[in-house]
C-alpha cells in the first residue's frame, strides 16, 4: 500500500515544480575526465624524460665503421677529402676549371678510391672542378670544397693514417 500513497500525494504536487524539475539540467561527475587528462600527461612527461635521459648502458659497445668515412673523391692521382668545415659555393666562381664528372662510386664497405674520377659516394655524373690546390664538387646545386688529402705518395703515409683513411687497410 506505500506504493499507493505515494501515488496519492504526488497528485497534491503543484504541476509547475515537476516541470521545473524535469528541466534541470544533470550534473554530469566529469572528475574522471580530470584524472585521465593528469595521467596522459603525466605519461608525456616520463616519455619526454626517457628521451632526454637515457639510461646508460654498459654491455653496448659501439665500434666506428666504414660508413663514417669522409666523402672523397680521386682525380688526377690525388685523394681529395670533402671539408670537415663544410664549406659550399652559391655560384661557380671564375677561378673554377672543369677536370669531368664522377664516373663511378665505391660503397662506404670499400674504402676510400683509388680510380680517377672515383667517389665513395653516390654523386655519379657530378661535375668535378679544380680550385687551388682543392676540387670542387657540383652536387644538388652547390659547389662542395673537396681538400687535397695529402701531396705526397701514398708508400711515405704513416701506417696509422692508412689505417684511419682506409678501415680496410691492414699492415703487412
Known amino acids: ?92 666562381k671564375e677561378e673554377f676549371a672543369y677536370l669531368g664528372k664522377v664516373e663511378s662510386y665505391l660503397a662506404n664497405d670499400q674504402g676510400v678510391p683509388k680510380e680517377n674520377l672515383q667517389s665513395n659516394t653516390r654523386i655519379l655524373g657530378a661535375p668535378i672542378f679544380q680550385y687551388g690546390n682543392d676540387i670542387v664538387i657540383q652536387i644538388k646545386g652547390k659547389y662542395w670544397l673537396y681538400e687535397l688529402l695529402s701531396d705526397e705518395s701514398e708508400d711515405s703515409i704513416s701506417e696509422q693514417e692508412k689505417m684511419e683513411l682506409d678501415p680496410t687497410y691492414t699492415a703487412e
Open 1 to 92: 500500500m506505500r506504493g499507493q500513497e505515494l501515488l496519492d500525494k504526488m497528485e497534491l504536487v503543484d504541476s509547475k515544480y515537476v516541470e521545473e524539475a524535469g528541466a534541470m539540467p544533470v550534473k554530469k561527475n566529469l572528475t574522471w575526465i580530470k584524472w585521465s587528462a593528469m595521467a596522459a600527461c603525466l605519461v608525456l612527461v616520463g616519455l619526454a624524460l626517457i628521451s632526454l635521459f637515457p639510461g646508460r648502458s654498459n654491455d653496448i659497445v659501439t665500434t666506428p665503421y666504414i660508413a663514417d668515412l669522409a666523402p672523397m673523391v680521386y682525380v688526377n692521382d690525388n685523394v681529395y677529402k670533402q671539408s670537415t668545415k663544410q664549406i659550399a659555393y652559391d655560384e661557380p
